[in-house]
C-alpha cells in the first residue's frame, strides 16, 4: 500500500481560538506549545520537554481540532494516521506501514496525529487466533514511541482509553481527557457560529447533549434551510 494513501491529507488551517476548550484544557495545551518551542532551552536545564500526548474522551468535541491547531501554533506540518484505516488482515504489513508513517514524521520534524488509537486495543480482543500478532503489533507501537524523538511530537487520540493496552497508555506523559460540552459552554459556541449571519438567520431552536460536531452541523443545516426559504420567498416575490 502507497504511504501516501494511509495519511489523510487535511489542509485546514486552525489556530486555537478556533478550538473550544474548557479553561483547564486549554491551560495544559498552551503549556505544550510552550514547552515545545522552548524545548532546546528547557533540556539545558535537564527538564523532559512532553512530547508524547493522548487525547481522549467524547467524540466530535475537538481532539482532532487541536492537534490541527498546535501544530499551527509550532509552524510544523501535520501528518493526520487513523488507525482505523491502517488496521490491515496482514498484521506484518500493518506494522511496516506504521513504522513507515514514524519514520516520515521524525525525518521532517512533523507532527504526528494517531487518531482511533483504540483500534489496536479494540483489535487485540476481536478474535483469538490473532492475540499474538496483535500483541506483536503492540509492541511495535509501544517502541516506536519509546524511540520517537525528543524534537518531534506525536499526538494521539481516543474515545475509549479503557479498552487500550495499559502499557501502551503509560507512554504518554500528558493526558487530556475531552467532555461532552455543558449547555452553557454549548449556548457560548452557538453563539460563536451564528455571530457572522445576519440577525434573522440567528434564531434556531438550540440543541443541547450533543458534541461541538454535531452542534456545527446543525446549526448550519438550520441556517441554510432558512436561508434558502428567504431567497425562495424573494423569487418569489419577484415573479
Known sequence: MN??????QDKEEV????VFLDSHNK???????????????????????NNKVLLEGSSGCGKTMTAKAIANALGKSIIILNLSNIVSSRIGETSQNIKMIFDKASRERSVLFLDELD??????????????????????????????????????????????????????????NYQMPSDQFLDQFYDTLLSKFPEDLRKIDRKYNISFAETKDYTFTVVKGNLIEKLEGKHEIQL
Do not use: W
Request: glycine share 4%; hydrophobic share 40%.
Open 119 to 176: 483500534q489496536i486495543g479494540k483489535a487485540r480482543g476481536s478474535d483469538d487466533k490473532d492475540v499474538g500478532e496483535m500483541r506483536r503489533l503492540v509492541n511495535t507501537l509501544i517502541q516506536l514511541i519509546d524511540y520517537y524523538p525528543e524534537n518531534a511530537l506525536l499526538l494521539c487520540a481516543t474515545n475509549h482509553p479503557e479498552i487500550i493496552d495499559t502499557a501502551l497508555i503509560r507512554r504518554f506523559q500528558l493526558k487530556i
Open 15 to 18: 489556530t486555537l481560538d478556533d
Open 27 to 49: 491551560e495544559q495545551i498552551v503549556q505544550l506549545i510552550k514547552e515545545n518551542t522552548y524545548s532546546k532551552e528547557l533540556q539545558e536545564y535537564g527538564l523532559p520537554v
Open 3 to 8: 504511504l501516501y494513501n494511509l495519511i489523510i
